[in-house]
């Protein structure tokens, strides 16, 4: 009997279907003030790592803008826990770290004034699991994921690595739509592509900080197909070989963010706005690896904050006239 390949979009939405239960962890005896303190100390510290996340959560009313900060704070605790340079601590010693941080990030026997005490950040993302009933599932996958960059280097093909975009981006993208709200399962394979999208751009971006890390993500097969080494890579060089490898990989990243924007209208209308500005000022960036001739070695390309306002008009006007697609199985955008 012929097998059937099953594609990474398949293979993904089967990991992103879980069951989802909200846990109301804490009950009536939490101190707001200790609550309050926790959610600023999460927005200071997005403001302070990702100015690009901190304007677009700021486009949510106050309780999801809130509840993204406190999804931030956990996703950048956890990379910072694998990120540590490797002459502080071993590869097991990183590891068990990052265990334990998933115990107590996950677990639901602490109470708030435990956290209050302790942990300011995982006083603000437990009480947002619990407030938006995001799944468990979805945050041990993207510890899952993280963790990954202690085991792995290499990624043989796309399909292993949209894998890996999946379990560190993707899972943001769909605890995000437990935040702002969503129409139903009809949403998720929007939000697994445009997580990959965003993943691949980071991935694309970073190629040159990556290496000295000791990493590189990018398909090893398709490397070998356009014939650039890794011996090139060390060197930073950006030969025509490599121009097509990345023109190749930035027109696949374009496909992705074409065929996740139509999942747009299908978030709850608050959230809108915020994740189409994500979105776009985030693609903006392959544009600058283009007008830099495909060197991402020698700096690392952003967009300015001026450049990224002057975007927020077009991209609200787009939201709110439904201007991004048909959604598949949905209303029409």
Known sequence: MATVSISWEEKLFKRATVTSAPALIFGHDVDRRALDAAYQHCAALTHTHSRTFHMSSGLLPGEMRAAARALYAFCRITDDIVDQPATDSSTEARLADLQSWRRRS????????????????????????????????????????????????RYASFDDLAHYCYLVASTVGLMTMHIVGYAGPQAIPYAIK????????????????????????????????????????????????????????????????????????????????????????????????????????????????????????????????????????????
């Open 106 to 153: 996950l677990e639901s026997s602490y109470t708030s004034a435990d956290l209050a005490a302790s942990d300011l950040a995982t006083l603000a993302w437990t009480d947002t699991r619990a407030r938006f009933g995001i799944p468990k599932a979805y945050a041990e996958q993207l510890i899952e994921g993280v963790g990954q960059d202690l085991t792995h280097s």
């Open 194 to 333: 445009l997580g990959v999208a965003l993943q691949l751009t980071n991935i694309l971006r970073d190629v040159g900080e990556d290496w000295a890390k000791g990493r590189l993500y990018l398909p090893q097969d398709e490397l070998d197909a356009y014939g650039v080494r890794e011996d090139e890579i060390a060197a930073g060089m950006v030969t025509p070989r490599w121009q097509a490898f990345m023109r190749f990989q930035i027109e696949r990243a374009r496909r992705l963010y074409a065929e996740a924007m139509p999942g747009i209208p299908l978030l709850g209308r608050d959230g809108q706005f915020a994740i189409a500005a994500s979105a776009v000022l985030y693609q903006d960036i392959l544009t600058k690896i283009e007008e830099n001739d495909y060197d991402v070695f020698t700096r690392r390309v952003r967009t300015s904050g001026l450049e990224k306002l002057g975007r927020l008009w077009g991209i609200w006007w787009r939201t709110v006239t439904n201007g991004w697609g048909r959604a598949e199985g949905g209303r029409e955008a």
